[in-house]
T-cell receptor
Framework: GAVVSQHPSRVICKSGTSVKIECRSL??????MFWYRQFPKQSLMLMATSNEGSKATYEQGVEKDKFLINHASLTLSTLTVTSAHPEDSSFYICSAPPSGGLTRGANVLTFGAGSRLTVL | GENVEQHPSTLSVQEGDSAVIKCTYS??????FPWYKQELGKRPQLIIDIRSNVGEKKDQRIAVTLNKTAKHFSLHITETQPEDSAVYFC????????????FGTGTSLTVIP
């Protein structure tokens, strides 16, 4: 089945530095990828939709300059948390639908394993 | 955008009893409704889904019902087992139009042995 690889799984950084998180679709092409943020014991909050070859679409309230998204190829999307602060500490998860959209019976949204960011 | 509400936020049941989790959505154009199970520190896993042209779907001990008119859908788990303990999320999406998924707030289910 479809596999999404996310890296790194854990990262600790100092306040003011930038952190890049990668999301790769390993056995399928993903023209679209989604980035979610999850606080402890809370739901998945959609941050942005990453589109291959064009600008990402951000959800209301998400700072574009803070969370830079680049969808460099059909298998890679990156999220860069710029000038990270302690309040950016969170669990970030990417996901991707298979190319061509939903198909009958398919596991339509495949999640990466998540990246736990801790900003000191 | 879509607004998905989920209740209850926490649920404890005795092993063998049933558990029901309910969600409502706001966007009448949403037509795909998956349920995900997430264990602590792990990625969400799809457990069952339903499309808007179907009212009910069942897979062994898990079932989902959908009421399009009322814009609500529910997850039913029968004969619960301790390994069912996890956080469950409902989601709503418009299939084939960007596929953005909007998640409910989650339900932490504890099955007491």
């Amino acid at each position: 089945g479809a596999v999404v690889s996310q890296h790194p799984s854990r990262v600790i950084c100092k306040s003011g530095t930038s952190v890049k998180i990668e999301c790769r679709s390993l056995d399928f092409q993903a023209t679209t990828m989604f980035w979610y943020r999850q606080f402890p014991k809370q739901s998945l909050m959609l941050m942005a939709t990453s589109n291959e070859g064009s600008k990402a679409t951000y959800e209301q309230g998400v700072e574009k300059d803070k969370f830079l998204i680049n969808h460099a190829s059909l298998t890679l999307s990156t999220l860069t948390v710029t000038s990270a602060h302690p309040e950016d500490s969170s669990f970030y998860i990417c996901s991707a639908p298979p190319s061509g959209g939903l198909t009958r019976g398919a596991n339509v949204l495949t999640f990466g394993a998540g990246s736990r960011l801790t900003v000191l | 955008g879509e607004n998905v509400e989920q209740h209850p936020s926490t649920l404890s049941v005795q092993e063998g009893d049933s558990a029901v989790i309910k969600c409502t959505y706001s966007d009448s154009a949403s037509n795909y409704f998956p349920w995900y199970k997430q264990e602590l520190g792990k990625r969400p896993q799809l457990i069952i889904d339903i499309r808007s042209n179907v009212g009910e779907k069942k897979d062994q001990r898990i079932a989902v019902t959908l009421n399009k008119t009322a814009k609500h859908f529910s997850l039913h788990i029968t004969e619960t087992q301790p390994e069912d303990s996890a956080v469950y999320f409902c989601a709503a999406s418009r299939a084939n139009t960007g596929n953005q998924f909007y998640f409910g707030t989650g339900t932490s289910l504890t099955v007491i042995p």
